[in-house]
Nanobody, 120 residues
Framework: QVQLVESGGGLVQPGGSLRLSCAAS????????MGWYRRQAPGKERELVA????????NYADSVKGRFTISRDNAKNTNYLQMNSLKPEDTAVYYC?????????????WGPGTQVTVSS
C-alpha cells in the first residue's frame, strides 16, 4: 500500500509556472511507474499528463511536451511536475498516480488531487 498526497497547486497567470509535488507514504524506489493525470471538467475522464518509470524514462502528452517536466526523487519519496508556460487550457485538477508490481499483481494508487487554475 502507498498513500499519495499532492501539493503545489493554485492560481497562476497565463505564461506562469507551478511545481506540483507528490509525496508518498513509503519508499518509491520499487514503484514502477509514477505519473500525473488531470481532469479538466467534472465528468470528464482523467487524461495522462506525464509518466516516469523507475528507470527514469518519461512520457508526455503532446499538449504539454516542451512545457512540463516530470521527475522523481527516490530519497525524498516524492515526484514532481514542473509546469512552465501555463495556458488557460491547463486548468484542471491534477492527480498523482503510482503503479507497481507486487508478485504477479499490479497495484494502482491515486492521490486526492490538487487544483490548478490558469487565469488572468
Amino acid at each position: 500500500q502507498v498513500q499519495l498526497v499532492e501539493s503545489g497547486g493554485g492560481l497562476v497567470q497565463p505564461g506562469g509556472s507551478l511545481r506540483l509535488s507528490c509525496a508518498a507514504s513509503r519508499s518509491i524506489f520499487s514503484i514502477n511507474n509514477m505519473g500525473w493525470y488531470r481532469r479538466q471538467a467534472p465528468g470528464k475522464e482523467r487524461e495522462l499528463v506525464a509518466l516516469i518509470t523507475s528507470g527514469g524514462s518519461t512520457n508526455y502528452a503532446d499538449s504539454v511536451k516542451g512545457r512540463f517536466t516530470i521527475s522523481r526523487d527516490n530519497a525524498k519519496n516524492t515526484n514532481y511536475l514542473q509546469m512552465n508556460s501555463l495556458k488557460p487550457e491547463d486548468t484542471a485538477v491534477y492527480y498523482c498516480k503510482a503503479g507497481y508490481y507486487s508478485g504477479s499483481s499490479y497495484s494502482v494508487h491515486w492521490g486526492p488531487g490538487t487544483q490548478v487554475t490558469v487565469s488572468s
